[in-house]
């Protein structure tokens, strides 16, 4: 699962993806007339068939939606649509949706929930620069994936996204486990990780996996009822290496590490050897797919209803870490960065 506008990095061959939307193909709406109203409708009933995250958010959609109709009513312009749809996208407060008109309309993209809201406040707390500085650099793709040593003896690695391209990931993790092999412990940073593979986050996970454990639970909507949903899958992670590294790890996470860096830490934070250090994650889980409205703007639905292995829902919670560093505007003005500090720091005890 991968969140809209980011960019993913395949191993052995960058590949700069400017998404639009999740991981899946764009999927074009069914036919209807390119109206206001009839716009509005098209988004609201798609929502009721598609998006996976009614029974856990628990409000009666149908009856929103209609009483926000009856406003646009009053003002049926392009303007009184846009409004009326990022007004429903603040209901959900689902990071993963989002609204993109089309070039020609005068409105900004719209990005739901508390990915959105950071984003639009311009709120940063992770300069990747300075962890480079920090960081005696062995193996680097295009600064999206890199690993390397900090202080001679603890183990450093980076992952900016998740690509799919498990065959890379092997021979990267590999070189990786082999070449970290003698570090006392590891911080592995998924700041502004933006996701992508749930695959590709699950065989990474491997490489730490202490044994067999059931870590993540999905199922995908399948019509208008709230319990028309596919059939649950159950999710196991398990060591594929013959060497996983059992030394202390630092799970190094922020407000930006959302999607598949998500379900990467449901599986990481099995492993007892494992602790979640800096900032809570984002927060935003299931699968994305992109609509097109008839009057050709886009918008992301969450298909999906995404579950810890215990089938307890995190979704706009996140995950809470162990232990709660936060980086300040005045501490990157300042080329600090306390979350990594205090990531290494809990290595030692």
């Not at 990022?86 to 209901?91: R, S, Y």
């Not at 407000?255 to 927060?283: C, I, N, W």
């Amino acid at each position: 699962m991968l969140h809209k506008n980011t960019l993913i990095a395949g191993l052995g061959v960058l590949m700069l993806i400017t998404m639009s939307s999740g991981c899946d193909d764009v999927l074009l709406g069914p036919e209807a007339e390119n109206t206001v109203l009839s716009n509005y409708d098209v988004f609201v009933d798609d929502f009721q068939q598609k998006y996976g995250g009614f029974p856990v958010l628990g409000i009666d959609w149908a009856s929103i939606a209609a009483d926000r109709r009856v406003e646009l009513e009053q003002n049926p312009t392009d303007q009184g649509l846009y409004e009326a749809l990022t007004d429903l996208i603040d209901v959900l407060d689902d990071s993963h949706v989002f609204l993109t008109p089309s070039e020609t309309a005068p409105f900004e993209d719209y990005e739901g929930g508390i990915y959105g809201r950071l984003e639009r406040a311009g709120f940063e707390d992770f300069d990747k620069e300075r962890a480079l500085e920090e960081v005696e650099v062995i193996k680097n793709i295009e600064d999206v994936i890199f690993y390397g040593t900090i202080h001679d003896s603890v183990g450093y690695l980076y992952m900016g996204g998740m690509a799919d391209d498990l065959k890379g990931y092997r021979g990267f993790l590999d070189q990786m486990m082999e070449d970290l092999a003698n570090t006392v412990g590891m911080v592995v940073d998924i700041r502004n990780n933006s996701g992508g593979s749930d695959e590709a986050s699950r065989l990474i996970a491997s490489y730490f996996a202490d044994g067999r454990h059931r870590y993540m639970v999905s199922r995908y909507k399948t019509g208008p009822g709230p319990d028309d949903f596919e059939e649950p899958r159950e999710w196991y992670v398990e060591p594929e290496t013959e060497e996983p590294y059992h030394r202390p790890v630092s799970l190094l996470t922020n407000r930006y590490s959302v999607s598949a860096a998500e379900t990467f830490t449901f599986a990481m934070k099995k492993f007892p050897h494992v602790l979640q250090v800096g900032d809570t994650t984002t927060g935003a889980f299931s699968e994305v797919v992109t609509r097109q409205l008839p009057n050709t703007w886009f918008y992301g639905v969450s298909v999906g209803d995404y579950r810890n292995g215990e089938d307890v829902s995190i979704e706009r919670i996140g995950h809470v870490p162990d232990i709660l560093v936060e980086n300040t505007p005045e501490d990157l003005a300042a080329n600090r960065d306390p979350m990594l500090d205090a990531a290494v720091e809990a290595l030692r005890r």
